[in-house]
């Protein structure tokens, strides 16, 4: 996590080394600043900008940020700057002496609650977190969504489920993989027709699925669909293919399996196809891993694949879009076999998940 903070006096500024350390030791990634005159000494980097543009660059630049002073100052230098829960970096303020840490902003999907609760304990302070869920000690979706590493493609929804939670309705869930540990109070796993049975009803409701679902549509306000991601895609090319052809295939392929982008966990590939310009470039517009295997580590892929001659004549494979797919994780099983189109081939695969609801509530 990087995490930028900043002082603006001598009290301030030892809190804000004391802290920086603290995070820096359990691994953290800290940039700490204070005031010009004093810093250098309490082994703190001058603050050389504007608060106004220190802030600006902190929000785009860092995970978390942390204010060592008066809250006001806080929501001052925030406030032009905040776009959304679901963009905003966590926002902590911190009380000069380091009696009290506040979660001020981005307090789930941003974790400030939780490293609220971390900075807290490090520098023997009292944490102060407002959100409802956990003032009453009830489960918090978007917590448990980032946990499981699962998109939230509505967000008016989550807070609908939270709002139901905590008038003690219940809440149905959906789910067709392994789940792990207790399910929270207010919520009630269930089957694909009872889901159906409940959304016609206006129930709320949580699916969990790497699909588009279009038979949603209109009733997003109060289903809300988590998306875990785990699919991986592998693909092969013809040498200095066109980025175009490239996207083309992908394009068709995600929308012929109905997968959402959000599911894709990794592009994969060859190793001789490490640097083919236009699957890096994919992997970087997709803001995933891209991955490559040797042709050893491809053939020992288990699993029925599709054979082509001319491609073993070239790479010592096979296949490598069917195999790149599964290679990504061996818990994995092809959804989609090799499809091509203008000198390129794809593949999809899907792993099965487990998920886990470690934490307890009442």
Not at 48 to 69: H, M, Y
Not at 170 to 185: A, N
Not at 245 to 260: G, N, P, Y
Request: proline share 2%.
């Amino acid at each position: 996590m990087r995490i930028a903070l900043i002082s603006f006096t001598q009290n301030g500024g030892n809190t804000c080394k004391l802290t920086a350390d603290k995070l820096t030791l359990m691994g953290e990634m800290c940039l700490a600043y204070g005031m010009k005159d004093a810093s250098s000494e309490m082994g703190l980097i001058p603050m050389e900008k504007s608060l106004g543009q220190w802030t600006k660059d902190a929000f785009k630049n860092n995970d978390a940020i942390v204010f060592i002073g008066a809250t006001g100052i806080a929501v001052r230098a925030i406030a032009p700057l905040l776009k959304g829960k679901e963009q905003d970096p966590a926002v902590i303020v911190i009380d000069e002496r380091g009696q009290y840490v506040i979660s001020l902003l981005s307090g789930h999907l941003g974790g400030a609650n939780q490293l609220t609760l971390v900075i807290a304990e490090a520098i023997e302070a009292i944490p102060i977190i407002t959100t409802a869920t956990d003032i009453n000690n009830r489960f918090a979706v978007d917590v448990w969504a980032k946990s499981q590493n699962l998109s939230i493609v509505n967000l008016k929804a989550a807070k609908r489920v939270s709002a139901d939670i905590l008038k003690g309705k219940t809440v149905y869930l959906y789910f067709e993989g392994l789940i792990e540990g207790e399910i929270p109070q207010g919520i009630e796993l269930v089957d694909a027709v009872t889901l159906k049975e409940k959304i016609r009803e206006g129930e709320t409701a949580i699916v969990i699925t790497e699909k588009v679902l279009d038979s949603l549509k209109g009733k997003d306000k109060f289903v809300l669909q988590l998306v875990p991601r785990n699919i991986s895609v592998g693909m092969g090319c013809k040498k200095n293919i066109s980025y175009k052809a490239v996207s083309e295939l992908f394009e068709k392929a995600i929308a012929d399996t109905q997968i959402r982008i959000e599911a894709i966990g990794s592009l994969a590939s060859i190793d001789l196809k490490k640097t083919e310009k236009a699957l890096v470039k994919l992997g970087q517009k997709l803001e995933v891993p891209y991955m490559t295997f040797t042709g050893e580590e491809l053939m020992r892929v288990q699993g029925e694949f599709t054979p082509s001659s001319f491609v073993r004549s070239i790479t010592g494979v096979e296949n490598v879009c069917e195999r790149a797919a599964v290679a990504v994780d061996e818990d994995s099983t092809l959804l989609l076999k090799k499809q091509s189109l203008n000198g390129v081939t794809i593949a999809i695969a899907k792993k099965n998940i487990t998920l886990n609801f470690a934490e307890k509530y009442k």
